[in-house]
């Protein structure tokens, strides 16, 4: 099974500052890697998927990088309704979640 | 639009059986596989099944695998997931998604629906 590893944990984070996640794998899953986020109560929505396109309706200040094993997830800035648990997933064999970051308001 | 809407959920002694169903609208039903994600509460997202398209492959994670069963029915535009010899560990919130490509990502979600395990 690939395993996912998001850090950090936690980011405490003031509206409109960049943010940076971290998702890495335990091995290689090409860029097959997609981006949730969920708010409290609700259903996880897409973001990103194959590595760095922007699914439908998600405006431009997020953007995903990288491929292999490393994979960046980044929020320009940071608005109000961003923020959440942000899950990394990877498709490339099978399908496995990251454990997540919480995003806080500062 | 694409909704996905679970039903079926509750409370359930351990050994018990139960099964979810999910009412997929907006979409061609047919033409996708779809899945079901699992959440523990406060914890991580957690891939439970997917079925095939034509319902010739299905797969199941290693905690559920004898346990539960997917199914669907297309002309009913239904996904199923029966689950059999239920533990406190199934203890979740259960998502229907539709996945966007054969053994893909997940585009679309359902509101999920709450399945406890207990005596």
Request: charge should be positive; hydrophobic fraction near 35%; charged fraction near 15%.
């Amino acid at each position: 099974e690939i395993v996912m590893t998001q850090s950090p944990a936690t980011l405490s984070v003031s509206p409109g500052e960049r943010v940076t996640l971290s998702c890495r794998a335990s091995q290689s899953v090409s860029s097959k890697l997609a981006w949730y986020r969920q708010k409290p109560g609700q259903a996880p929505r897409l973001l990103i998927y194959g590595a760095s396109t922007r699914a439908t309706g998600i405006p431009a200040r997020f953007s995903g990088s990288g491929s292999e094993t490393e994979f960046t997830l980044t929020i320009s800035s940071l608005q109000p309704e961003d923020f959440g648990v942000y899950y990394c997933q990877q498709y490339n064999i099978w399908l496995t979640f990251g454990g997540g970051t919480k995003v806080e308001i500062k | 639009q694409v909704q996905l809407v679970e039903s079926g959920g509750g409370l359930v002694k351990p050994g018990g059986s139960l099964r979810l169903s999910c009412a997929a609208s907006g979409f061609i039903f047919s033409d996708y596989y779809v899945s079901w994600v699992r959440q523990a509460p406060g914890k991580g997202l957690e891939w439970v099944s997917y079925i095939s398209d034509t319902s010739t492959r299905t797969n199941y994670a290693d905690s559920v695998r004898g346990r539960f069963t997917i199914s669907r029915d297309n002309a009913q535009n239904s996904l199923y997931l029966q689950m059999n010899s239920l533990r406190a560990d199934d203890t979740a919130v259960y998502y229907c998604a539709r996945v966007a490509a054969p053994l893909g990502f997940n585009d679309y979600w359902g509101q999920g629906i709450l399945v406890t395990v207990s005596s």
